[in-house]
């Protein structure tokens, strides 16, 4: 279980937060989505500024399990929090708390399919670009694994294609 801190930022607004050392990335985002600088790198110039600004480094709140400290929303922002190297070179800082919430959902109660079809449910959100061929290829790569390891698959020999979860990944990416 993680402990989330109330803190004050610099507008006089209190924030519910936690620290960067005592969550990480849901292990299905990992498996689902590629790190991709383009979107990274303006992002960890977003959070600067927002850092100098209001002392929080992300304005929106990431979504983190409470019960295992995983991110089900807001990964991006956690890669960047920890510090990177942009492309250009250039190091960005690492911060100690993010804005956050506790989680609607417990990660380790859900299926990894569940746990799939959440955390795309939250990035087809405008939140990443779900659109880049990179992304696509990861996530659908990701999915079929899980329903080859299904009982759709493995007893009922269900194709891939015809799955309502595979309709649905062609449908949010206007495949």
């Not at 209190?14 to 985002?29: G, H, M, Q, T, Y």
């Not at 922002?77 to 492309?87: F, L, M, Q, S």
């Not at 299904?150 to 294609?161: A, L, P, Q």
């Amino acid at each position: 279980m993680i402990k989330f801190y109330e803190k004050i930022d610099k507008v006089g607004r209190k924030r519910l937060c936690v620290k960067v050392s005592d969550i990480k990335n849901a292990p299905e985002n990992i498996e689902m989505y590629p790190y991709i600088a383009e979107d990274i790198d303006p992002l960890s110039d977003a959070m600067a500024e927002e850092n100098e600004l209001h002392g929080l480094p992300n304005y929106e709140e990431a979504e983190v399990c409470e019960h295992t400290g995983y991110v089900l929303k807001g990964n991006n922002r956690n890669i960047v929090a920890n510090g990177i190297t942009k492309a250009d070179g250039t190091v960005m800082p690492s911060y100690e708390f993010l804005y956050a919430q506790k989680a609607a959902v417990r990660y380790d109660e859900l299926s990894p399919q569940e746990r799939a079809d959440y955390l795309q449910e939250a990035n087809t959100k405008g939140k990443r670009n779900e659109y880049d061929v990179r992304t696509i290829v990861k996530s659908h790569d990701y999915l079929k694994s899980l329903h080859e390891k299904s009982d759709n698959f493995v007893v009922n020999k269900k194709r891939w294609v015809d799955t309502p979860t595979y309709k649905h990944f062609c449908t949010y990416r206007r495949i």
